[in-house]
């Protein structure tokens, strides 16, 4: 079933509303010569994210953003155009799920294609509360306030119109810890386009507050990811590329359900799984945790992110849930993996859909990945927490 969710859209174009369009004109009489035509056109960016792991608020002071036409220009080239946040914006990072956006301005620019974005915070007001705790805690962003979080992607700005970016920030991935009590901000953010698409649809009122998220997967690996809605359990996975997607829902003591084959037709439909009047419900459970250290040969500042994985026969490999090891340590634990075995169903535009207990996944059984920019992944096989926690399951990563 393929419809356009019009609350959604609404959400999408009032956060931009407050954009205006600046236009280039001109005129003359009969004898005057012609106005050259205009070779400027508009760029307006807006901020998105995904949910965080382990926190109650991600706080982003936006100072600044910069546009070069170059992927590899540096901070101190010549050829930026900045747009500057005049105060700085601080920004609840967490309060821009499900597609909402916060607008951070716009610039004109020559026409033309533009390869490369910095997003530059302020030296103050960056700070994370965790779930474990509440306190409020400062978040490390060297990098970010120095010379800009730098953002590769391409964008084409016309002349005479008005190009709308989405800077979408992986908050989950982005917040590190380095030891006791320090956490260290390793920005991960894509450039994408404005036009809200995806999939959407409602998880059952009686799974809120057990820290439910939902994610769209390709190939395991985690594509967009979202909580439900405080009060309504409605959740958006916006700005999808068009193509079939796995669909994960995970929530405290429950067991995980998954949707295989999503599809997403264009990007301007929007697939739905379920309803209010038909939401998806997950099956009781119970939780462990694996636990371990991941070390890097040769040592390196890149961040590492374990994942715990599950498989089903003549089915897909999806993500379960993931964490990223300490900077200092290596030191890694994830949390509130179920024991239950997933609920699988195989998407269809009948809905409700059907779901079933899946003997194809065992239950409490997991391949446990690690992954770093410029190593080679490697995983352990079967990692069983049905009888007790594991907390020895170490990976070794080299180049």
């Known amino acids: 079933m393929f419809q356009t969710s019009p609350r959604f859209a609404l959400m999408g174009a009032t956060a931009l509303s407050a954009i205006a369009l600046s236009a280039c004109g001109g005129g003359g009489g009969s004898d005057a010569p012609a106005t050259p035509v205009s070779t400027m056109g508009t760029l307006a960016v807006s901020l998105t994210d995904a949910p965080a792991c382990g926190f109650d608020a991600v706080n982003v002071t936006v100072s600044k953003l910069r546009v070069h036409r170059s992927e590899g220009a540096s901070d101190l080239d010549a050829g930026w155009t900045d747009i500057t946040l005049n105060p700085a914006k601080k920004i609840n990072l967490l309060n821009l799920t499900n597609g909402v956006l916060e607008g951070l301005g716009q610039t004109s620019l020559e026409a033309g294609r533009y390869t490369q974005l910095r997003l530059v915070l302020d030296a103050n007001g960056n700070t994370v509360v965790p779930t474990v705790g509440k306190t409020e805690q400062p978040l490390e962003t060297p990098s970010a306030v120095a010379s800009g979080i730098k953002l590769v992607g391409n964008f084409e700005v016309s002349a005479g119109q008005k190009t709308d970016v989405v800077l979408d920030f992986d908050a989950c991935k982005s917040v590190l810890t380095r030891g006791k009590g320090s956490y260290v901000l390793k920005p991960v953010v894509k450039v994408l386009p404005v036009t809200l698409n995806g999939i959407s649809g409602y998880v059952s009122t009686a799974l809120l507050g057990r820290s439910v998220q939902v994610s769209a997967q390709q190939n395991g690996q985690v594509v967009s990811a979202t909580t439900p809605n405080a009060t309504t359990g409605e959740f958006f996975l916006s700005r999808l590329a068009p193509g079939s997607y796995d669909v994960v829902i995970t929530a405290n003591d429950s067991a995980a359900s998954v949707v295989a084959g ?60 993931y964490q990223g090891a300490d900077l200092a340590t290596g030191a890694y634990t994830i949390a509130n993996l179920p024991v239950t075995a997933p609920q699988f169903a195989t998407y269809t535009s009948t809905l409700p859909l059907s779901f079933s207990a899946s003997t194809a996944a065992p239950a409490g059984k997991y391949r446990v990945e690690a992954a770093a920019a410029g190593y080679v992944t490697k995983s352990v096989e079967n990692v069983d927490i049905t009888t007790a926690n594991q907390s020895n399951v170490n990976l070794l990563l080299t180049r």
Do not use: C, E
């Open 262 to 321: 999503v599809p997403v037709a264009s990007t301007s439909t929007t697939t739905v799984l379920s309803t209010t009047a038909a939401p998806i419900l997950l099956a009781p459970g119970t939780n462990g945790a694996i636990g371990g250290t991941v070390t890097m040969n040769p040592a390196g500042s890149d961040a590492a992110y374990v994942s715990a994985k599950q498989s089903f026969a003549a089915g897909p490999t999806v993500t379960i849930r």
